[in-house]
T-cell receptor, first 113, second 113 residues
Framework: AQSVSQHNHHVILSEAASLELGCNYS??????LFWYVQYPGQHLQLLLK??????LVKGIKGFEAEFIKSKFSFNLRKPSVQWSDTAEYFC???????????FGQGTTLQVKP | ETGVTQSPTHLIKTRGQQVTLRCSSQ?????VSWYQQALGQGPQFIFQ???????GRGNFPPRFSGLQFPNYSSELNVNALELDDSALYLC????????????FGEGSRLTVL
């Protein structure tokens, strides 16, 4: 069965530090990959997505992610985090090109001012 | 603001009771999905509705059921509530077809005592 694993469950950083959140998936077919973010008290929203083409994907608020097929990974990065990036981050994959998403467990990011 | 609205936002039930959660999808979207998010976990896919028919189901028992109405709004019904049903229930709307962005509501927080 398809699955998504996020290695870091809770990350604490100071402002201006660089961020990398790990995501690995187990799925061998056509891969579409998503990162969603949930800010405190807000709804889950799309941060970025990969469907095909350039494996380096840029999203909102300065986030980017790199699809590495050989490693089954789609890690999320940001060169310099801000306090406002404090949120929960979820990696997700739709199995078999279905409309549903399988989410990872999530990573809670806390940025200290 | 996604345009997906859910009600109620919070509710408390006791074991054995039944609950109905409601969702209005974003204008123009014809597909509604429901997810259960337990504390500290990623959202888990319950089912999806398209053209008023169930179009995919996750690993949830039959006491979880749903409806989609002609205006694409949707209900999630859970019978014979159990303590483990306590969670945030998320509704997401989208267009039918290959996976694209899901637009989530803010969720209904269900507590089962």
């Amino acid at each position: 069965a398809q699955s998504v694993s996020q290695h870091n469950h809770h990350v604490i950083l100071s402002e201006a530090a660089s961020l990398e959140l790990g995501c690995n998936y187990s799925y061998g077919g056509t891969v579409n990959l998503f990162w969603y973010v949930q800010y405190p008290g807000q709804h889950l929203q799309l941060l970025l997505k990969y469907f095909s083409g350039d494996p380096l994907v840029k999203g909102i608020k300065g986030f980017e992610a790199e699809f590495i097929k050989s490693k089954f990974s789609f890690n999320l990065r940001k060169p310099s985090v801000q306090w406002s990036d404090t949120a929960e981050y979820f990696c997700a994959v739709p199995p078999s090109n279905t409309g549903k998403l399988i989410f990872g467990q999530g990573t809670t990011l806390q940025v200290k001012p | 603001e996604t345009g997906v609205t859910q009600s109620p936002t919070h509710l408390i039930k006791t074991r054995g009771q039944q609950v109905t959660l409601r969702c209005s999808s974003q204008s123009g979207h014809n597909t509604v999905s429901w997810y259960q998010q337990a504390l500290g976990q990623g959202p888990q896919f319950i089912f999806q509705y398209y053209r008023e028919e169930e179009n995919g189901r996750g690993n949830f028992p039959p006491r979880f059921s749903g409806l989609q109405f002609p205006n694409y709004s949707s209900e999630l019904n859970v019978n014979a509530l159990e303590l483990d049903d306590s969670a945030l229930y998320l509704c997401a709307s989208s267009f039918a077809g290959p996976p694209g962005e899901l637009f989530f509501g803010e969720g209904s927080r269900l507590t089962v005592l």
